[in-house]
């Protein structure tokens, strides 16, 4: 059997990004006593979510990979002995920014990473100034537990994205993510958002028979400029099987830590009873490439 443990990190941010490591340290070392083999954070989990405003000042967050960050991440993968999935804000070169998970392995090495695809350009969520779409493609990374297919927050919205990871051998979907609901917005249109966010994503994990992670942050963050009135970050960060089954998940108010057993040779079962990539029609597919079809 190829059961791992799984530690989930659902944080609430401050303007501390000292404090912030410093949380996110005792949390993974947390998780690693409870057995957890692989850790995941969610996005952009160094500050706060600064894509609110369009500010050219924020750009001095970013660093290179390898830098600082990923110094620090690595001594935290080697000493507590697990695969830890990060979400940095890359400085590839002057004026080329990239949203880039980085996975370490148990012995604290760089094993990949992978540069968010989808750029999402919405009020409070002005990522298209920050961040060019990554351009490595959707490849899993090689792990010493598995492979992993590492997407970013709005590629979560796209089966296309999860789809092809799962063709390319990925055997758990994983999803650092920062998402949340506008003041201004009814509950029931809350409501709405927030079972579209978990559906399509529970989706992605039946679709391919794959476990799926997700992590978001949560808690209230003021927007700078006072136009809005922020963003609450709504948690629910969970964990599923390939049948879409929850196996944990956070609640929507508070910082929590989660470790739960991952069985990811139940993948080989789920798709010879439900055989979707058996059935797939390759042959008529190939009007996915174009924008629209007129």
Known sequence: ????????????????????????????EACAAHGAQLVVLQELHN???????ENTDLFELAEPIPGPSTGFYSELAATNRIVLVTSLFEKRAPGLYHNTAVVFDRDGSIAGKYRKMHIPDDPAYYEKFYFTPGDIGFEPIQTSLGKLGILVCW??????????????????????????????????????????????????????????????????????????????????SFVVGPQGEYLAQAGNERPENIVVEVDLERSEN??????????????????????FID
Not at 1 to 28: C, E, F, H, P, Y
Not at 47 to 53: A, D, I
Not at 277 to 291: A, H, Q, S
């Open 270 to 291: 789920v798709r010879r009873w439900w055989p979707f990539l058996r059935d797939r029609r390759i042959d008529e597919y190939g009007n996915l490439t174009k924008r």
């Open 1 to 28: 059997m190829r059961k791992i443990k799984v530690g989930i990190i659902q944080q609430a941010n401050t303007s501390d990004i000292r404090m912030n490591l410093m949380n996110l340290a005792k949390s993974i």
């Open 155 to 236: 590629d979560q919205w796209y089966p296309e994205a999860a789809r092809l990871m799962a063709l390319k051998g990925a055997e758990i979907l994983i999803y650092p993510t920062a998402i949340g609901w506008e003041s201004s917005d009814t509950d029931d249109e809350k409501a709405r958002q927030l079972n579209a966010w978990i559906i399509s994503q529970r989706a992605h994990a039946v679709a391919n028979g794959l476990p799926v992670i997700s992590v978001n942050r949560v808690g209230h963050e003021a927007d700078p400029s006072g136009q809005t009135n922020g963003i609450l970050f709504w948690g629910n």
């Open 47 to 53: 500050s706060l979510y600064f894509c609110q405003t």
